[in-house]
């Protein structure tokens, strides 16, 4: 009897903290506040920046900067149009290219972004650039973070121990927060999930691109660099957190003409 009704509460308890995607409409796990996602994101990223080597390249630097911008402008304009103002205020826009030759970029929640120098040597244009800041933007629009947050939060602490957990999770966020950001996480449950996320965002990054004026075409010119870059494109994307390289082309193939189609490009 105790297990059904705790069976019960947490069925009422996931159901009530479900959400939408914006522009996918996916529905979403979110047990975790905007708030305290916030505060974990921060500190995350204050921890990273404390080591970080911000770049002396200037004019990748104000590249970085001025195409940012341009996203970030892009991605409030479509909140706004789409009823969701409330959550512009979450955004407190920052970039940042820095040094290292790493290939890689991230958005934190709230709109913390940050650029390797080692992807910018595979970009050969602003366009290319919008497809880099326009997918990890849309990490943030999707709120990933929190769903990763939330389903981790469901794994680590099981069902029972869940609603005590959620009266205060402040200590759990941020231990949470280490994880996700860590990209510590499960073959069998977590990885799968995240190349999901990477899917997504992919998508919603082409329509902040060309909700931003930037030519879609470059999303596919880059990451066939990509590609060729990693030596990914045959590889399985079983124990990878990324879709491969060869899928991911396939979906930007069919969903770039699906978004010129409804929003205004070059």
């Known amino acids: 009897m105790k297990n ?35 505060q974990a994101s921060l500190t995350q990223y204050a921890s990273f ?33 789409v009823g969701l103002s409330n959550e512009v205020k979450n955004f407190q826009w920052e970039f940042n290219l820095v040094k290292d030759n790493q290939i890689n970029a991230f958005c934190m929640p709230g709109g913390k972004i940050v650029v390797y120098e080692g992807i910018m040597n595979l970009i050969s244009s602003d366009d290319e650039l919008a ?38 999770q402040t200590a759990q966020t941020q231990q949470i927060a280490q994880q996700v950001y860590g990209l510590g996480a499960n073959y069998a449950v977590m990885l799968p999930f995240s190349r999901k996320h990477e899917m997504e965002a992919d998508d919603m990054g082409l329509v902040l691109m060309a909700i931003a004026g930037y030519n879609l075409d470059a999303a596919l010119t880059f990451w066939q660099k990509m590609a060729a870059s990693s030596g990914n494109s045959g590889k399985s994307d079983i124990a990878s957190t990324h879709p491969s390289d060869a899928k991911r082309i396939a979906n930007l193939q069919k969903k770039i003409p699906e978004v010129k189609k409804q929003y205004a490009t070059k």
């Not at 479900?18 to 522009?23: A, H, K, L, Q």
């Open 4 to 38: 059904n009704v705790l069976f019960l509460l947490l069925i009422a308890l996931l159901l009530s903290s479900c959400g939408s995607v914006p522009i996918t409409g996916r529905k979403q796990l979110n047990l975790v506040s905007d708030a305290e996602v916030l």
């Open 49 to 81: 920046m404390k080591t970080a080597k911000i770049s002396t390249q200037t004019v990748k630097s104000e590249q970085v900067t001025r195409v940012g911008r341009k996203i970030a402008a892009a991605t409030e304009a479509y909140l706004n149009y």
């Open 131 to 168: 497809t880099v800041l326009g997918h990890e933007v849309a990490h943030a629009v999707a709120k990933h973070s929190n769903e990763r947050m939330s389903q981790q939060l469901l794994a680590q602490y099981g069902a029972q121990a869940l609603g005590s957990i959620l009266q205060n």
